[in-house]
């Protein structure tokens, strides 16, 4: 039977006359006192005095008896706390007391009881409460539910009790939520006013910060999960008690045992580093402060902005000014990305002109000051003159930092110079750019080279020819990875001496450059292999640009008149067969070559040029080539090569160009013409454009324009010459080859020879025949000639035959002929066997068999 204790024993005895009413009353009395460790009878007894109105004192009076004689049973405790929270006027205070009552009688099974003791007392946000509840609950629940005791804790402290704590925060805590420009003043303020020279009453912080939290948090350190460590120190810096956050901080630190100093650990992040490097800070320990910056510079190097804006904000605050200012001086002077730049560019732009102002302000002040007037009147004109060159070198700064970034970028440096206003500040920069910049890591072809062409000239400009020579030669020694780079220095050097020196000394600094080598191919192979490793020097031979450039000048140089004797001559002459062997000529230089032997009476050495250099160039590049030699070969006043000779480069070009698809008509036109000059030679020059005219017949749209204009000088200079047997058979041949829609002209046109011949009724069944490669919608201009035709020619009956075709074709001509035609070739013109003679009507018949080509139309012709 369950201890009553004596206490219970008597209160229970004093309630009785008052509390029990009537006979079911003492009948439950003496159930409970014949089995008083019978739950269910106490439980039956308290629900009797609530289902028939007992008031609430009544029921407590019979929970206080119960929980008395159950003192060590959290569940009857529980009912009792769940049955008290019910009531209309709820009092915590009882609540809170009964939980603690409970726990100081039960021992055991008080997971459930301390945790709604503890949710409780956290709802009252009174922190006396709350820690007695969390230490209670931690004694009497197992220590494997401890995390389930402190998770409420922490919750409150973070969601709740944090953010009232911060809502009473200083000036000075507030300081992280104010703008740049406002933090700088709020901090220079605090410096001038510790060094005197503004007179206002420093107001320090009587905050001490979230004592109660920062001791929970420190206490729970001490079980909290490894993995959980780095959360709960990034929230115990939130408490800003800093004299708590320092002192748990240490413990993760790293401590020299020599000197007893804390560095920083590499295993916190960089956050909660930095945390206690603002404790330092608010706690006034400067020295340990910019000692621990220093290893938190070199721990975290990629955060190196923001700790040396912090340093600059720390020096400030402290009146250290010439001390932030060469921080920040030397932070710009070390940036390497643009972002970061910018961040310190702002704030030492910021820094400089809040210090104006504030000493600016102070100055006007006429009320008696204890600093020295004339000394501050100097660093204020020494801060706007910082902050005027901060803003006039924005530009050179950001060229520093570019190249920080690559010093071996030229455009860089090109953008240096121009930055400059002096020739003398241009100079310093030139001779700085050649001395850092690495030739091989020069990654624009000719930009190394321009540069130190640029620097030659600036001193050329200003009459020092000598210097601008020596460093010129100097230039040229540097081992350019690009030709390109030394193009620039030997073009540029030949033509100032042009205008220096004369044209013998510009001609011979380029002849410097153009010494070809024994062995050419070779270093020319090396030099494209070796992958920028072999300087330009080695091929500088092999500039085409160089070449261009000497023989403008030895042709500029080269008297009108010269010969083959002159030596001037045969220098230009020689400078052009150079540059053929080494396959460097362009068809400029071909068509140029070739002028100035001729202009020098060398035709038949100028025939050699093309000869010899027509094969170095793709086939679109020989067909001009061809043309411009054909031209002067076929000259009477240049030319006296014989007409076979003439006749045998026709064939050559014509041989190596129509083999590459090339549409030669100028030159089939060409040698027609020339044809046609020699006597007796008519036949050759039809056949000649008819060659022209058939040479791409496998394919029925190459070419085809060309080809029409052959078709149409062949077949007209034969009616012309050589009479209508031969222009028959041009046309008969034409009409088969060209497709449908074009062979119609030539259809009519023979139709009109026939017609003209008195051959009326081949003229007529040649217009059949043309009829039937078109339909009449495609065909209008052949049906107008067919229909004067049978007005002139014809009588009704071949007019209504006529029209009868006609409507058969339009009705029945459902094939597009002239897609037959370039699909599979045209329908063949086949001749007829008979010759009618000039009154036959020549009808067209229906019924007719079939031809054994059902494409081929019969005509007799």
């Excluded at 039956?44 to 009544?58: A, C, H, K, P, S």
């Excluded at 290893?295 to 804006?309: G, I, R, S």
């Excluded at 040698?671 to 394919?699: N, P």
């Excluded at 020619?793 to 002239?818: N, P």
Aim: hydrophobic fraction near 35%.
């Amino acid at each position: 039977m369950p201890y009553a204790h004596p206490h219970a024993v008597k209160e229970s005895m004093n309630g009785i006359d008052e509390n029990i009413k009537n006979d079911e009353d003492v009948a439950f009395e003496y159930e409970i006192q014949k089995t008083p460790q019978s739950v269910l009878t106490w439980k039956r007894y308290l629900q009797y005095w609530e289902n028939n109105g007992r008031t609430d004192d009544q029921i407590r009076w019979l929970y206080e008896r119960f929980c008395s004689q159950f003192s060590t049973d959290t569940s009857i405790w529980e009912e009792y706390i769940r049955w008290e929270s019910t009531r209309k006027v709820i009092g915590a205070s009882r609540i809170l007391s009964l939980f603690q009552r409970c726990l100081k009688e039960c021992v055991q099974d008080c997971d459930k009881i301390c945790l709604s003791y503890l949710e409780l007392a956290i709802e009252q946000c009174d922190l006396t409460t709350i820690r007695d509840a969390m230490n209670l609950s931690l004694i009497r629940v197992d220590t494997k539910m401890h995390s389930k005791v402190w998770e409420p804790v922490l919750r409150f402290i973070t969601e709740k009790f944090l953010l009232l704590t911060q809502l009473d925060s200083t000036q000075e805590e507030d300081e992280e939520n104010v703008d740049e420009a406002e933090l700088i003043n709020i901090l220079l303020t605090k410096g001038f006013t510790k060094i005197g020279f503004i007179s206002e009453e420093i107001v320090e912080s009587k905050s001490i910060g979230d004592v109660w939290s920062a001791q929970i948090l420190e206490r729970y350190l001490r079980v909290t999960p490894q993995q959980k460590q780095h959360e709960v120190l990034m929230t115990l810096a939130k408490t800003r008690d800093n004299s708590t956050v320092n002192s748990v901080y240490k413990k993760y630190l790293i401590k020299d045992r020599d000197s007893g100093k804390y560095f920083p650990n590499p295993k916190l992040t960089f956050s909660l580093n930095f945390n206690y490097l603002v404790t330092l800070e608010k706690l006034g320990l400067d020295e340990q402060y910019e000692e621990f910056m220093n290893q938190m510079k070199v721990l975290y190097a990629e955060n190196w902005v923001f700790l040396t804006l912090s340093l600059a904000r720390h020096y400030t605050s402290r009146g250290r000014l010439d001390q932030c200012e060469d921080l920040l001086q030397k932070s710009l002077q070390e940036t390497m990305k643009y972002t970061d730049f910018d961040r310190v560019y702002s704030f030492y732009l910021l820094f400089e002109q809040q210090c104006s102002q504030i000493i600016l302000e102070e100055l006007k002040d006429n009320s008696p000051k204890s600093f020295n007037r004339e000394e501050w009147v100097a660093k204020l004109q020494r801060h706007m003159a910082t902050f005027e060159s901060l803003v006039n070198s924005h530009d050179i700064y950001l060229n520093d930092l570019a190249l920080r970034q690559d010093p071996h970028v030229v455009e860089t440096w090109m953008k240096r110079v121009a930055l400059q206003e002096t020739p003398a500040a241009k100079c310093n920069v030139y001779a700085e750019a050649v001395l850092k910049i690495d030739p091989l890591k020069v990654n624009t072809p000719g930009s190394f080279g321009k540069l130190w062409r640029l620097y030659g000239d600036l001193y050329w400009d200003k009459k020092a020819t000598s210097t601008a020579r020596e460093l010129w030669a100097q230039a040229l020694k540097v081992p350019f990875p690009f030709v390109q780079d030394l193009e620039e220095i030997y073009l540029n050097w030949a033509e100032k001496e042009l205008d220096n020196e004369g044209i013998e000394r510009t001609i011979c600094i380029l002849e410097d450059a153009l010494k070809i080598p024994k062995i050419p191919d070779i270093l020319i192979e090396k030099f494209n292999s070796g992958r920028r490793r072999v300087p330009a020097q080695t091929v500088i031979f092999n500039s085409l640009r160089i070449w261009s450039k000497y023989i403008d000048y030895l042709e500029a140089y080269c008297p009108k008149g010269a010969t083959s004797s002159s030596k001037q001559f045969n220098k230009t002459k020689a400078a052009y067969n150079n540059v053929v062997d080494l396959r460097l000529i362009t068809p400029a230089m071909v068509e140029n070559f070739a002028m100035f032997l001729q202009s020098h009476q060398e035709v038949v050495d100028s025939f050699q040029v093309y000869e010899k250099t027509i094969p170095l160039f793709p086939p679109e590049i020989q067909y001009y080539l061809w043309i411009e030699y054909l031209e002067v070969a076929t000259s009477p006043q240049l030319s006296s090569l014989s007409p076979e000779h003439i006749r045998f480069l026709f064939e050559e070009a014509l041989n190596s160009l129509c083999s590459h698809g090339i549409d030669c008509k100028t030159i089939f036109i060409a040698y027609s013409t020339f044809e046609e000059r020699q006597s007796s030679l008519v036949r050759k020059s039809i056949e000649v454009l008819h060659r022209g005219a058939v040479s791409d017949a496998v394919s029925m749209n190459t070419h085809l324009e060309s080809r029409l204009q052959l078709w149409k000088m062949c077949i007209s200079k034969a009616v012309s010459t050589m009479g209508p047997s031969v222009a028959r058979d041009l046309y008969q041949e034409c009409i088969k080859v060209l497709p449908n829609s074009k062979a119609v002209e030539y259809v009519i046109n023979f139709s009109d020879l026939e017609a003209s011949l008195g051959e009326i009724v081949r003229a007529r069944e040649i217009l059949v025949y043309g009829a039937e490669l078109l339909p009449p919608s495609r065909n209008t201009e052949l049906w107008n000639r067919f229909e004067i035709f049978e007005l002139k020619h014809g009588d009704k009956e071949t007019y209504k035959d006529m029209l009868k075709l006609k409507k058969l074709l339009d009705s029945g001509m459902v094939i597009d002929s002239e897609s037959v035609s370039q699909a599979k070739g045209n329908i063949n013109f086949v001749a007829a066997a008979t010759t009618h003679g000039p009154n036959s009507r020549g009808t067209v018949e229906q019924g007719n068999s079939q031809p054994v080509n059902p494409d081929e139309i019969e005509l007799d012709i």
